[in-house]
């Protein structure tokens, strides 16, 4: 599914890519980037299941147009990763995801070019434009906007009044291909989660705190494993009827040691106060990381915290050789048999 594109250097082209999330971890996540950091030095991050790339000024560079590159980073993330993508280009960030959005799985390459804006956005749903959601899709269709077209050709005073002032200038510029965000450089940002589901809806408070405890090893793990160290913690519990329970808090110091973060973690879901409440997945996300190298090390005078974190460390060893799964907590252990 592709259309020609052919751009003038100087003037911004986007490339909007997503993928399919199943299996992809932060690490595969990662090494998509560095495909994309080949084609230009402008890449930023949309995660869990996206990027954004400029290609202005790197079109010559390469002597390519901008679909032919958006092939070749196809090509790349399948041969390399086994992962295909779905590619939109466009003049504009909305234009570019749009398009991608547009593109059926598993993946392909949709390119428009500046001319072609107006014609390609007229026909589609008023849904399928990059940035409107259902609620103010809804509201169009209620009013009769079925298509970006129709958003487009209704003065922006009345799309103001519908949607309300910041929406509904962002809707009417963008329905009619006007974006003027530029592609920021940004790696992935500064944090790490992990998450588990349950297989059913879970009532039992032990069951909830081996969980707990598992995402808590899994997050440690994987910051000492980047070198890094948390701030803060955020738990979100998710309930049977899809509706979430937020809190973050800050941890005492900069770390990425299971106590700390286990000790944190529990005070989250204490905070929780879930009774009966049926949990149906939860995750626990680091936030405000830094480098480890970073971290001040306290003296401590704690003589069994310090056995612990010598214990941590040989077993993040055997983890290495022998893989993740084969040493942990008792109680981890227990649920996932």
Known sequence: MTTSVMRPDTVSTVMHVRWC??????????????????????VQALPPTAALVELKGVLRYHGRNARHLGEILRVRT??????????????TITVAATASAQ??????????????????????????????????A??????????????????????????????GRIAADRARGIDPRPVVARALPATAAVRCAFER???????????????????????????????????TLTFAGNTRWEKTRRLVGPSAHDDDLRTLAY??????????????????????LIGADQTAEQISLDHAREARLVAEDTVDRIRDKFG????GPAAVFRRAS
Not at 29 to 42: F, G, N, T
Not at 105 to 130: K, R, T, Y
């Open 138 to 167: 809804q509201i169009l269709r209620d009013y009769g906007i079925h298509c970006v077209g129709l958003l487009a050709a209704v003065p922006p005073a009345t799309v103001h009044r519908l949607l309300g002032g910041r929406a």
């Open 267 to 288: 005070q989250l879901m204490d905070a929780a106060g879930l009774q009966r409440g049926r949990l149906s997945g939860m995750s626990l996300r680091g936030e405000d």
């Open 201 to 235: 809806h879970v009532l039992d408070g032990a069951d909830v705190r081996a969980g707990l405890l598992g995402l808590v090893v899994r997050l440690g793990l994987l910051l000492r494993g980047r070198g890094q160290a948390a701030r803060a913690l955020t738990l």
């Open 78 to 91: 399948l041969s390399r990763l086994g992962v295909d993508v779905r590619v939109g280009i466009g003049p």
């Open 324 to 327: 993740p799964r084969v040493i």
């Open 103 to 136: 593109i059926p799985a598993p993946g392909g390459v949709l390119a428009v070019a500046p001319e072609q804006v107006a014609d390609w956005l007229g026909p589609l749903p008023v849904d399928a434009l990059h940035g409107i959601g259902p609620r103010q």
């Open 21 to 42: 999330p199943d299996g992809l971890g932060e690490a595969a996540y990662r090494q998509i980037l560095e495909l994309m950091s080949e084609l230009s030095p402008v």
